[in-house]
């Protein structure tokens, strides 16, 4: 297992190699930042003052070189923007983004696993066929709209929830990990637990209609091929109740390829949310990394595209590892 | 339609099901209350505010960059930092004229080379230092010296470099230093003195600018490169009526009175800054009584905020220009027949038509609230006859190209927030001409900027915000030829479109007499206008919104400030 997990890892790294290089050379044919900070003012000579300032007229390997010498040696850089460390802004965005992910793939599976169950174990009835029309439509569903609708009848008209940000005004929460519901837990506040999670379910709820859609649809599929396997209508023909058959015989061994899909949508939903971050002023990994895109911050975007793949290949392992839990045929010895 | 009326149900239960959530949530004890706590409903009920009378929450769409306004250029930060930060001189309220700040008085040699400054007795900084001539020379020479400590490295001061045009040592291709900036001294404890090489007029302006506010220097050391941001272990010590209270970055920062301020108490004891992105939530914030007030508001956000009671719009006086400018290096532009009839052939009441009441036609390069803005001049009138009678005399000596490269900016920008149709409408009413024009939108950053700035197009769109409330901030800007934009050589460098006004620009701009200036501002917009280097289009009012029960915002060309505001 030990020597799976490490072989796994080593692999990752030309992977992740590969990316920070290809980001890298993406972003250099794509221009550099010295307009998008002058704007109005640009001219020649204060552009090339500022390609001078952050050497960007070197060669692509020498660059790509030095950005991963720094790399190596833990430095992120500075944001080109802000001009503050890199490291620090991702300390500052990450958690948040943690949250929100966290929170709606929590919801994601609470939702669409019963969700397609219920919809396999009513195979081709009236409950199946509006099942999966709830997560054809949230598979559809533009975020941005949902949002918005979210906001203006919850929020606005109803006054249940507050319309966007973390945290009330003149709400006191010391930052220990970054997570507000978690640290309004760990120090006791119980208020501010309240508010925290007051203002994370809708966002949460936003961000996790496709998901749980996804989720939804790939259960019934699974649960649809395990329940006409053979060993199913043994438990059956042995006087089990169908919800027995479906608890204990079937679920488990769907799983695989639901585990799956949570995996991937978790790492999809960590690399943050950009249209839910913006609408409900979230500030999260997907805003940070997309205004960075926009101002051709390089070392941000690098730092972002790195923490994504990171995390995808380490989710991707977490995901395989699963299996063998899931299923004791497989073993990674 | 089944779809449709599908997810009404799916949101009806979902609304039934978090309204469940909320009801069963614990009532609030004695902390602040939640916005989503309160009684909210439809615009219509009774307004709501954010429940503290003390604490004012304004809402805007990106965070403050850093809190030390002179390494920042954006105005998010500062927004922010106008709060905390004095100069020399500010702003008189509601207008671009200056007055006395932490000087009380100040006298300039006759050549206009020595300014001596008293400074305000008794003014402390945020963490409790004196603030002095010592200190008022220490942020001088942190702007001006690249290799002082704490200009930190790499960090740019573009503000200074922009008004006082270069850094210690830098020269130009004759060896003169760029800069007109030599020296700041102490004389004593409470005057200092300037000395610049060359005289310059928006001196004054320039120091009432919000990026050169003071910062303590003790903060500032104690700080290191960490000063001005989140993590700094003094975030900023000004000597403004407000200091930092907390930053959570890219959600708020919440400032506090500052109980020792040499001056008038503000009337709120905290004001929030709260970030949200999108216009749309950030109206609907304020509309649910979470913000006390916004900026930046969507154009359809401003009909809904007119038509709800609970909302009070305030229009900001104009303090930009969009403009159609020519290269007069490119035939036909240097003939000003041709010019004049792209000026009598553009529509400025269609070109009103994109925007959301928010703008007006301008009539000269620089916004009407700024002095020198010359009240006697009338636009060129729309008229097609005008426009073909100006263009078939053009066209007796000079030869209109079969495509005229019309360079429209790819991105939005705040004076032009519809560029793309802009650029159509004045392209057909050109084509109404016969003058058949190319619209190039290249990549915004590696590629429109350069092209314009180097002259590589016929004519263009662009526009301008002021900096520090001086006429030479625009009018300099656009014609002393420091780019190719208008004129140039062929080989990318800047020329003015006219000799004559060049001189005038920069004569004004060594003036120390106001009237003075002001009268040569007054010619030089005249001759803008007979010349027509370019047509204005319009100037943008940026509307801002409050909360109903909000009192005391005095609008204001060149700062958003809320130390008179109040809350009923």
């Known amino acids: 297992m030990f020597g799976y997990v490490l072989r796994r890892l080593l692999l990752a790294l030309p992977a992740l190699l590969g990316v920070t290089f290809l980001t890298y050379a993406l972003l250099g044919a794509t221009g550099d930042p010295c307009a998008a900070l002058l704007g109005e003012r640009y001219t020649t000579e204060r552009c090339d003052a500022v390609r001078a300032r952050y050497r960007l007229d ?17 430095d992120l850089g500075d944001s080109v923007v802000s001009k503050r460390p890199v490291a620090e802004e991702l300390r500052e965005k990450f958690p948040a983004t943690m949250e929100l992910a966290l929170a709606a793939v929590v919801l994601a599976v609470l939702v669409g696993i019963p969700l397609g169950i219920v919809a396999a174990a009513r195979h081709n009835t009236a409950i199946d066929l509006a099942a999966m029309i709830t997560a054809l439509i949230g598979v559809s569903m533009p975020v941005f709209w949902l949002a918005l609708m979210l906001i203006y009848f919850l929020a606005f008209k109803a006054g249940l929830f507050p319309t966007t940000g973390r945290l009330s005004s003149g709400m006191e929460l010391p930052t220990i990990t970054g997570l507000y519901t978690l640290d309004a837990l760990l120090s006791g506040r119980w208020e501010a637990l309240r508010d925290a999670v007051h203002h994370l379910i809708l966002p949460a709820v936003a961000l996790s209609t496709i998901p749980a859609a996804f989720v939804a649809r790939i259960t019934r599929s699974a649960m649809l091929e395990v329940l006409g396997q053979d060993y199913i209508r043994t438990a059956r023909a042995k006087g089990l109740t169908e919800s027995v058959v479906v608890r204990r015989h079937a679920l488990k061994n769907a799983l695989l390829p639901v585990v799956t899909v949570i995996g991937l949508q978790t790492g999809f939903l960590l690399s943050g949310a950009v249209l839910t971050e913006t609408i409900f002023a979230w500030p999260g990994m997907g805003r940070w990394v997309v205004t960075a895109i926009t101002s051709n911050d390089i070392p941000v975007v690098q730092a972002g595209v790195l923490v994504f793949a990171t995390l995808f290949v380490m989710i991707n392992l977490l995901v395989d590892l699963s299996y063998a839990w899931l299923d004791p045929r497989i073993s990674f010895e | 339609m089944t779809r449709i009326s599908r997810a009404a149900s799916r949101l009806a239960l979902s609304v039934a099901a978090l309204g469940l959530f909320a009801a069963c949530s614990p009532e609030p004890t004695d902390a602040p209350v939640p916005p989503a706590q309160m009684e909210t409903g439809s615009i219509e009920e009774e307004p709501e505010d954010t429940g503290d009378k003390d604490r004012l929450v304004f809402g805007h769409p990106a965070d403050a960059a850093k809190l030390d306004p002179a390494d920042v250029t954006d105005g998010e930060s500062l927004l922010v930092t106008w709060h905390i930060y004095e100069g020399l001189t500010r702003y008189v309220r509601g207008s671009t004229e200056v007055e006395e700040a932490l000087a009380t008085s100040w006298d300039a040699s006759e050549d206009g080379l020595e300014w001596t400054f008293t400074l305000r007795d008794g003014v402390t900084f945020h963490d409790g230092t004196a603030f002095d001539a010592d200190a008022v020379v220490w942020n001088f020479n942190r702007w001006f010296d690249a290799e002082h400590p704490q200009h930190f490295g790499d960090w740019d001061f573009s503000y200074w470099e922009y008004m006082f045009q270069g850094y210690a040592g830098d020269v130009d291709d004759d060896e003169n230093p760029k800069s007109f900036f030599v020296s700041a001294e102490a004389v004593d404890s409470s005057t200092v003195k300037l000395t610049l090489n060359r005289a310059s007029a928006p001196l004054l302006q320039n120091l009432a600018m919000g990026n050169f506010g003071f910062s303590s220097p003790a903060a500032v050391e104690a700080a290191g490169s960490a000063y001005g941001t989140p993590g700094g272990s003094i975030i900023a010590a000004g000597t403004g009526p407000y200091m930092v209270e907390e930053w959570r970055k890219d959600e708020q920062v919440t400032l506090l009175r500052y109980d020792d301020y040499w001056g008038d108490a503000p009337a709120t004891e905290r004001i929030e800054f709260r970030v949200i992105p999108d216009g749309t939530s950030r109206y609907l914030a304020l509309a649910n009584g979470e913000l006390d007030g916004m900026n930046q508001v969507n154009p359809e956000d401003i009909e809904q905020a007119d ?8 229009m900001e006086p104009a303090n930009n ?25 553009i529509d400025k009441e269609g070109v009103l038509g994109l925007y959301a009441g928010d703008a007006e036609a301008a009539t000269q390069m620089m916004p009407p609230g700024l002095w020198g803005y010359n009240d006697s001049i009338e636009d060129y009138p729309y008229d097609l006859d005008q426009a073909q009678t100006y263009l078939d005399a053009c066209l007796e000596t000079s030869t209109m190209p079969d495509e005229v490269v019309f360079y429209v900016p790819p991105v939005q920008r705040f004076y032009f927030p519809k560029p793309k149709e802009l650029g159509e409408l004045i392209q057909a009413s050109l084509a109404g001409l016969g003058i058949n024009t190319a619209i190039r939108s290249p990549e915004w950053g590696t590629v429109w900027l350069p092209d314009v700035r180097e002259g590589k197009h016929d004519v263009f769109l662009l526009g301008w915000g002021g900096d520090n409330g001086d006429p030479d901030n625009f009018l300099c800007q656009f014609f002393c030829g420091g780019d190719a934009s208008f004129n140039g050589d062929g080989e990318g460098n800047g020329l003015s479109p006219d000799p004559d006004l060049e001189a005038l620009l920069k004569e004004a701009a060594a003036l120390s007499d106001q009237d003075e200036r002001m009268a040569k501002y007054e010619e030089a917009n005249q001759m803008i206008h007979e010349l027509v280097p370019s047509v204005p289009l319009v100037h943008r009012s940026p509307p801002l919104l409050f909360r109903s029960n909000v009192n005391g915002y005095v609008a204001s060309p060149i700062q958003t400030v809320l130390t008179s505001v109040t809350k009923e």
């Not at chain 1, 020498?62 to 790399?71: E, H, P």
């Not at chain 2, 020519?326 to 009598?344: K, M």
Request: glycine share 10%; with cysteine.
């Open chain 1, 58 to 74: 070197d060669p692509l390997p020498i660059k790509y070189g030095r950005y991963l010498g720094a790399v190596l040696s833990g």
């Open chain 2, 321 to 345: 220009v969009g403009y159609f400018g020519f290269n007069q290096a490119s035939e036909p532009w240097d003939n000003i027949d041709c010019r004049l009839a792209v000026a009598h052939a």
């Open chain 2, 307 to 314: 038509s709800n009671d609970d909302v009070q719009i305030v």
